[in-house]
């Protein structure tokens, strides 16, 4: 059964760190496109961070340079590092995954995804 589930979310103050993590089954995360999105309230869902197989990472804007994406192959996991914590980074975290041959590369666009977990809380508050 192809799944996903998260899991580390929680309330930190502004400037904290989480992990998140994400564990798979079902499916190689090694050859499949991997990523984080988030949705806060009365917003849209939006691409964080996705990895492919090559280790490519991209990551929107707003979170380059504090959220690191990051799996481990061989036990199936996905993670996103989250430093400096702000108020606008309060949302559900849902990981997401797309498999295909050739591997497809990595992608922040929902609809480049096709398995996604159910979400993980993260409240930062000021």
């Known amino acids: 059964q192809v799944q996903l589930v998260e899991s580390g979310g929680g309330s930190v103050q502004s400037g904290g760190s989480l992990r998140l993590s994400c564990a798979a089954s079902g499916f190689p995360i090694s050859t499949s496109r991997m990523g984080w999105f988030r949705q806060g309230p009365g917003s849209e869902r939006e691409g964080v961070a996705s990895?492919?197989?090559?280790?490519?990472?991209i990551y929107a804007d707003s979170v380059k340079g504090r959220f690191t994406i990051s799996q481990d192959n061989a036990k199936k996991w996905l993670y996103l590092h989250m430093n400096s914590l702000e108020p606008a980074d309060t949302a559900m975290y849902c990981c997401a995954a797309q498999g295909g041959w050739p591997s497809p590369r990595a992608s922040l666009k929902v609809t480049d995804f096709g398995v996604w977990g159910k979400g993980t809380q993260v409240t930062v508050s000021s």
């Open positions: 990895i492919d197989s090559d280790g490519t990472t």
